[in-house]
Every structure is written in C-alpha cells, then in structure tokens.
C-alpha cells in the first residue's frame, strides 16, 4: 500500500512537471476547453432561467367558466369534481355570484359608474370556475372538456383562455428548444475540437520525451507509470479549464446586472440566472470541474495508448 502511495505521488509530481514544462504547447487545448465548458454552464443557467419563465407565465394563464343561473349546486359540485380529474390540472377554484361581484368591484374601484351599473341591475355577473393548467400542453384536454355538449349546457357563455399568454408561453418554449439544441451541438463540436487538439498536445509531448519513456519501459515501468504523467497533465488543463469557465460566466454576470444595469434581456431573465448561478455556486464549479478532468483523462488516454503503443487486458 505504502509502495502505492509513493508511485501516485511520483506520477502525480511528473505530471505537473510535465505541465509547467509545456505549458505553452497547452495554452490552445486550454482555451479551447474553456470555451466548450463555458457553453456547457451558461446552457445550463439560461435553460433554468427559461424554465423560470415559462412557470412564471404558466401560473398567469387560465381558464374561466361561466356558469348558468340556473345550475344547481350539485351539478356545480359535479362539475367540479370532473375538473379536478381531469390530467395536468393544478387547481380549480369556484367563486360564487357575490365573490365575482366582490372581485369586479376591486378591479374597478376607481369607476363608481360601473360598480352602480353592476348594482342596479342584480348583479349580472354568473358564478364562475377559474382553471389554473399544471402543463400547457395539456391545456387543449380542459377546452375539449368544456366543449362537450354536457357540460355546454351548464355555461352562460363561452370560456375565456388567456390566450395572449400562451402564445407567449409556445414562443418561449420554442426558443429554449432552439437554444437547446444549439446549446448541445455547439458542446459537441467544441468537445471534439478539445479532445483533438489535447490529443496532439499529448502526441507532442510524447515525441519530445521519447528517449526518457524508452528508457523506462527497459527499467521495466509499468504502463500506469508512464502513461501516468500524460493523464494527470490533462487533468490538469481540465482543472484550469472549470475555474476559468465558471470565472467568465461570473464575470459576465457582474457586468450585465452592475455595468449595465439589467435585470433582464429579452426573455433571458438575468437577475434569476444570477442567482441561480449564486445559490448552485459550488454544484457547478464541481460539475465544470468533472467534465473538465474527465474530458482531459479520456484524450490522454486514447493518446498515450495509440501513440505508446500500449497493450491492453
């Protein structure tokens, strides 16, 4: 175990050696790491704060029924109850002939005229059931409900959608899907450009020290042993790579909400974004730094067991 030990520390030791020697052969795989880790954290905070957009918006939208005079309670009761079953229905809310009253006259303090119309003549306004979809795909289900002859029969007028926000929901749903999309394709190029051009950082490290692995592999070094410092000098671009990521997306942060003075852009909801970066701080870096350490020690890898020649088990 001991003997262990000490051969970690050693590669460990050589493979930051190893990286200070090249550092300047490992400035473009760093860079190129960066920007792909960088895409990767701010895909994931622009489709949390969409995501917050998209509830935000959701829980404005609804659906108002308006009832018939002469519904009786049971039936409202029934009614009710098939509301609740039916799928992705967050909640269902009756207001009597008096509370949608109580609630007109609120909305229309200002305007005496109104409210004394409304009065006069016993209060025109019909008991109504206010439907908060859960999911707005599901949505087109509570219109096919309403409009069953059934349950037609119970209303004084048509419902009434909010359909300006759920075009406004559909329009920022697509766009995160694009966004997404973009997000993932962009990683993915970006992912093989990294792995290449580590690859070849490697490749070239190798050819420079090709008389020093010669005469290891004749000491009789194990494969680990020499191939050990290549990996640990691309884990360590990964490590460079999450820290300075995660420093750009704070960077930009500070400047959009201080130096611009934004609290949003677009549909992009900045100050969300930033505290969600603020309150996932730590999950991130961590996260920047997996895939930065993983991303290097598989290059490596496949690398050193190409260009090393290495027999595999």
Same mark, same amino acid.
């Not at 037609?152 to 559909?170: C, F, H, R, T, W």
């Not at 949003?264 to 603020?278: E, H, Q, T």
């Given at each position: 175990?001991?003997?262990? *030990?000490?051969? *970690?520390?050693?590669?460990?030791?050589?493979?930051?050696?190893?990286?200070?020697?090249?550092?300047?052969?490992?400035?473009?795989?760093?860079?190129?790491?960066?920007?792909?880790?960088?895409?990767?954290?701010?895909?994931?905070?622009?489709?949390?704060?969409?995501?917050?957009?998209?509830?935000?918006?959701?829980?404005?939208?609804?659906?108002?029924?308006?009832?018939?005079?002469?519904?009786?309670?049971?039936?409202?009761?029934?009614?009710?109850?098939?509301?609740?079953?039916?799928?992705?229905?967050?909640?269902?809310?009756?207001?009597?002939?008096?509370?949608?009253?109580?609630?007109?006259?609120?909305?229309?303090?200002?305007?005496?005229? *109104?409210?004394?119309?409304?009065?006069?003549?016993?209060?025109?306004?019909?008991?109504?059931?206010?439907?908060?979809?859960?999911?707005?795909?599901?949505?087109?289900?509570?219109?096919?409900?309403?409009?069953?002859?059934?349950?037609?029969?119970?209303?004084?007028?048509?419902?009434?959608?909010?359909?300006?926000?759920?075009?406004?929901?559909?329009?920022?749903?697509?766009?995160?899907?694009?966004?997404?999309?973009?997000?993932?394709?962009?990683?993915?190029?970006?992912?093989?450009?990294?792995?290449?051009?580590?690859?070849?950082?490697?490749?070239?490290?190798?050819?420079?020290?090709?008389?020093?692995?010669?005469?290891?592999?004749?000491?009789?070094?194990?494969?680990?042993?020499?191939?050990?410092?290549?990996?640990?000098?691309?884990?360590?671009?990964?490590?460079?790579?999450?820290?300075?990521?995660?420093?750009?997306?704070?960077?930009?942060?500070?400047?959009?909400?201080?130096?611009?003075?934004?609290?949003?852009?677009?549909?992009?909801?900045?100050?969300?974004?930033?505290?969600?970066?603020?309150?996932?701080?730590?999950?991130?870096?961590?996260?920047?730094?997996? *895939?930065?350490?993983?991303?290097?020690?598989?290059?490596?890898?496949?690398?050193?067991?190409?260009?090393?020649?290495?027999?595999?088990?």
């Amino acid at each position: 175990m001991k003997r262990r *030990l000490i051969t *970690l520390r050693r590669i460990i030791h050589a493979g930051i050696v190893n990286f200070i020697r090249n550092f300047s052969l490992s400035v473009a795989a760093i860079a190129v790491m960066v920007v792909t880790l960088t895409i990767v954290l701010f895909s994931i905070i622009t489709n949390a704060a969409f995501g917050n957009t998209i509830t935000q918006i959701t829980n404005k939208i609804g659906v108002s029924v308006y009832l018939s005079n002469s519904v009786s309670q049971t039936q409202t009761q029934n009614l009710l109850h098939e509301l609740k079953s039916l799928p992705n229905v967050k909640t269902v809310k009756y207001q009597s002939q008096a509370q949608v009253l109580a609630s007109y006259e609120a909305q229309n303090a200002g305007n005496q005229n *109104l409210i004394t119309g409304a009065e006069e003549i016993n209060n025109p306004l019909p008991a109504t059931i206010l439907i908060q979809p859960d999911n707005l795909n599901y949505i087109k289900n509570i219109k096919s409900f309403l409009t069953q002859p059934n349950v037609v029969k119970l209303q004084s007028d048509p419902p009434s959608y909010s359909g300006n926000q759920e075009a406004a929901i559909n329009k920022i749903t697509r766009a995160t899907d694009i966004l997404r999309e973009i997000g993932i394709t962009t990683v993915i190029v970006f992912a093989i450009i990294s792995a290449l051009i580590i690859f070849n950082t490697i490749q070239m490290a190798i050819f420079n020290r090709r008389d020093e692995i010669q005469i290891m592999r004749l000491l009789g070094a194990t494969t680990w042993y020499i191939r050990g410092p290549f990996v640990v000098e691309s884990m360590a671009y990964g490590i460079i790579s999450g820290v300075l990521s995660v420093s750009i997306i704070y960077f930009l942060f500070v400047v959009s909400s201080n130096a611009l003075g934004a609290s949003s852009l677009g549909i992009l909801d900045i100050s969300y974004a930033n505290n969600y970066f603020d309150n996932h701080f730590w999950i991130l870096l961590t996260m920047q730094l997996v *895939l930065g350490i993983v991303l290097g020690a598989i290059s490596s890898t496949i690398a050193t067991r190409r260009y090393l020649k290495f027999k595999t088990k």
